[in-house]
């Protein structure tokens, strides 16, 4: 099968450099991702007690920083336990590292620790921990290995009857029914375990400290291993609470959600009618937790049926969605002029945007007789793109081939253009500012920007930088300085990638810095409601930026998506959604790839060559290859396979030096591959190494081979080609395999479109 070469010429691999805002100053051009900082794949070797060093590390912070928010019990707390010898301490903390409160001291054996029973006798008598009670036989029993439990039950329960054969489950629910407690032999097996004490009030500690509810301190653990990397932003933090009722109500919200998972319907219910009896929230930690718990309580309600008191504990918040679910209840119980009365104020003065699209979406809907809600109707009225089928598992990458096809430049946007520009446009209020969110090493975002402080504690300076990006000509400039000054920084905002400032860049260029400056103020406002649901693609054409969502069939529009479409139309920016239809085109662009690796697992190999070969109908229009550098020998039976030696890669590139320049050549192709899943699977896993992601739609010929052309007794490559006469002169050398691959494509479309042989079968691309 012959293909006419519309041009044959091989592609040399680029540097992975990003230069769109650097060029013309190589000094100050920011690292590519091949210089970024790589993990050691060495661990460091932690002393022997590590984990008192990192406790201790912790409570001199909670001393230092947060002796305001303590009680009586947690200077208690803190004093005893500096007055404990090194060896009881351990062991306290080495159960505090455990699961649950409630141990076996049979199975406490640490080197590092002398006399472990005499610890044990310590840390009673100061209150440490605490022999079992009657009231903890039932957690005991939950913790008491299948064997034992099985000896209790068989010795100490005569009445009932039970089988050897149970399992442990069944073993636990007879043994609550039937075992006496009180026995003395029960009594000797429970007086092994102990119960630590002072829990409540390290787990407050470690809010404190995280601001969430943790459960030790591993953190500490892979920052000293260097698994995780800790922020480097500041060093002198200002404490998370500014007081201790700001502080012990978060506290209390935070139990309260975590809890309320386990609850079932009395509770819930008990729960529902104590809200009286809540502690007042102080601080907007506090309020935005309440809020969630009453959404949280109420949703729960109504799963058990109580709708009523679901209603009574919206009622008792004036935030989204709470306020949503009770417009709706009361609705649909037939209180439709309150309802009514709850929409108009809504309208009047939302809390958030997400408020205000539901209130006049609904409004209209239900009292002015608007036959379809404002999500059917965009969905309705979207243009139609017309786009080849192969792109059914990527439609975002599908519609991008759309648009470039016709000559725009397009950018897969969605949040992270938006998440990237707002880190870099307000980066030292966010990180550098003394007073800024961020309360310890290990946050890498600050906390205001989740509970709405950000706008209020930096309104001016936010109000100052969004001027200068509406009226000043050398905002771009700055913001390249600032990119240049910390790139590569561990944020909790945006990642950094090499086509990021070419995107911000171009988006800075080709939209309205006044809608830009908008949508980041609506940012800071509330950065948790509003930094997700952009649209997929910036569609840039004649220097004017456009933002499409894309919507394949049976997609749906978020309310977060309509929430930005409408506030991007507000801002005066050009924003649409575009729906998919599927159609197979004849003239599809595909990339023809094959790999030669060291072994065929891609977790513990790595790729040796790669050859692609690029189509459009039946023309080659260009080829890639290289051989790689896999960091590893390669072995003889691979080398005896397919003739590539360790001489030959051992000046070869890395994998990350070409990844861009491979990346750039497979854009808006189909990637094809006999056994694609090897292939593709083996180069994703190459780029997700490399902190990237690569993703294309993806074709295989073996599965299609064996769907337009069966009864074979073998579909392999090699089969294939002596079947039908393709030349495959290298077998196992990455090009050979490409462009054999690539005929048997051809013989698939041709199945597909329907074509006869002679429209694609003219010239050999072997």
């Known amino acids: 099968m012959i293909l006419r070469r519309q041009k044959v010429k091989p592609l040399k691999p680029q540097s992975s450099n990003s230069r769109s805002l650097f060029e013309g100053n190589s000094n100050d051009a920011a690292p590519s991702i091949a210089e970024a900082p790589v993990k050691s794949q060495y661990r460091k070797n932690l002393p022997s007690r590590y984990y008192l060093d990192h406790f201790n590390e912790f409570l001199s912070v909670i001393r230092s920083r947060y002796s305001h928010t303590l009680t009586e019990s947690h200077d208690k707390f803190l004093t005893e336990f500096s007055k404990l010898s090194s060896e009881a301490q351990c062991l306290f903390v080495r159960m505090l590292n455990r699961q649950g409160e409630l141990f076996d001291t049979r199975k406490f054996n640490y080197a590092e620790i002398e006399d472990i029973p005499g610890q044990l006798i310590i840390l009673r008598k ?72 002072y829990t409540a009030e390290v787990g407050y500690f470690l809010f404190l400290y995280f601001g969430k509810l943790e459960q030790g301190l591993g953190k500490f653990t892979l920052r000293d291993l260097g698994v995780m990397r800790t922020g480097s932003f500041k060093k002198n933090f200002k404490p998370r609470f500014e007081s201790r009722d700001d502080a012990l109500s978060s506290w209390f919200y935070a139990q309260r959600l975590r809890d309320l998972e386990q609850l079932q319907l009395e509770a819930c219910q008990r729960e529902g009618r104590s809200i009286s009896e809540w502690l007042n929230p102080v601080g907007d930690q506090s309020v935005l937790m309440r809020n969630q718990l009453l959404f949280k309580l109420g949703e729960k309600l109504e799963k058990f049926g109580d709708v009523d008191l679901a209603i009574e504990v919206y009622s008792h918040s004036e935030a989204w969605p709470a306020t949503e679910r009770k417009v709706r209840l009361i609705y649909t119980k037939g209180e439709k002029e309150q309802a009514e009365q709850a929409l108009v104020k809504m309208i009047d003065d939302p809390s958030c945007d997400d408020e205000l699209l539901f209130a006049r979406d609904f409004f209209q809907r239900k009292y002015k007789k608007k036959r379809t809600s404002r999500i059917t109707d965009i969905l309705r009225e979207a243009r139609v793109l017309k786009v080849d089928e192969s792109f059914r598992d990527a439609p975002e990458q599908g519609a991008a081939a759309y648009y470039r096809d016709s000559g725009a430049r397009v950018f897969f946007a969605e949040n992270r253009i938006w998440k990237s520009l707002f880190g870099l446009v307000f980066w030292s209020l ?126 749906q529009l978020r309310r977060n998506q309509l929430k930005q479409i409408v506030a991007m139309e507000d801002a005066e920016l050009s924003v649409e959604v575009n729906r998919l239809e599927w159609i197979c085109d004849p003239n599809r662009l595909y990339v023809v790839v094959d790999i030669e690796t060291t072994g065929s697992r891609s977790a513990a190999n790595r790729i040796t060559e790669i050859a692609a070969v690029k189509m459009r109908g039946n023309e080659v229009i260009d080829e890639w290859q290289s051989l790689i550098q896999p960091g590893r020998s390669i072995p003889a039976n691979i080398t005896k396979l397919t003739g590539i030696t360790n001489p030959m890669v051992a000046d070869a590139p890395l994998f990350q030096e070409i990844a861009e320049s491979f ?104």
């Open 126 to 197: 100061k209150g440490f921990i605490r022999p079992l009670e009657q009231q903890d036989a039932d957690q005991w029993l939950c913790g008491v290995k299948r064997m034992e439990l099985l000896f209790l039950v068989s010795t100490q329960c005569a009445s009932g009857s039970f089988s050897r054969s149970w399992p442990k489950t069944a073993l636990l629910e007879f043994a609550r029914i039937h075992l006496d407690t009180k026995h003395y032999s029960v009594l000797d097996m429970m007086s092994l375990f102990v119960v630590q004490q």
């Open 430 to 555: 966010l990180f550098e500012n003394s007073d800024t969110g961020l309360h310890n090493d290990f946050e890498k975002r600050p906390s205001d920007l989740d509970d709405g402080r950000f706008y209020k504690r930096f309104s001016k300076e936010i109000e100052k930088t969004l001027t200068e990006l509406i009226q000043s000509d050398r905002f771009i400039t700055s913001l390249v300085e600032t990119a240049t000054r910390v790139y590569g920084t561990a944020n909790g905002v945006f990642r950094w990638r090499p086509t990021m400032l070419e995107e911000i860049q171009c988006l800075l260029s080709s939209a309205s810095k006044k809608g830009i400056a908008e949508i980041l103020r609506r940012m800071a406002k509330d950065y948790a409601s509003n930094h997700s649901g952009f649209p997929d693609l910036m569609v840039v054409r004649n220097d004017k930026a456009r933002f499409i969502e894309i919507k394949a069939e049976g997609d």
């Open 663 to 766: 990346e750039r050549f497979t854009e808006d192709c189909v990637f094809v591959a006999h056994n694609v899943r090897f292939d593709y699977g083996f180069i994703c896993d190459e780029y997700r190494r490399i902190e990237q992601t690569y993703r294309r739609p993806t074709l295989c010929t073996c599965v299609e081979m064996r769907k337009w052309y069966s009864g074979l007794r073998s579909y392999s490559l090699a089969n294939l080609c002596a079947e039908y006469e393709i030349p495959l002169t290298s077998h196992h050398r990455a090009m050979c395999d490409a462009k054999a691959a690539g005929e048997l494509l051809l013989m698939i479309n041709e199945k597909r479109l329907g074509l006869s042989a002679g429209n694609l079968s003219n010239h050999s691309l072997c």
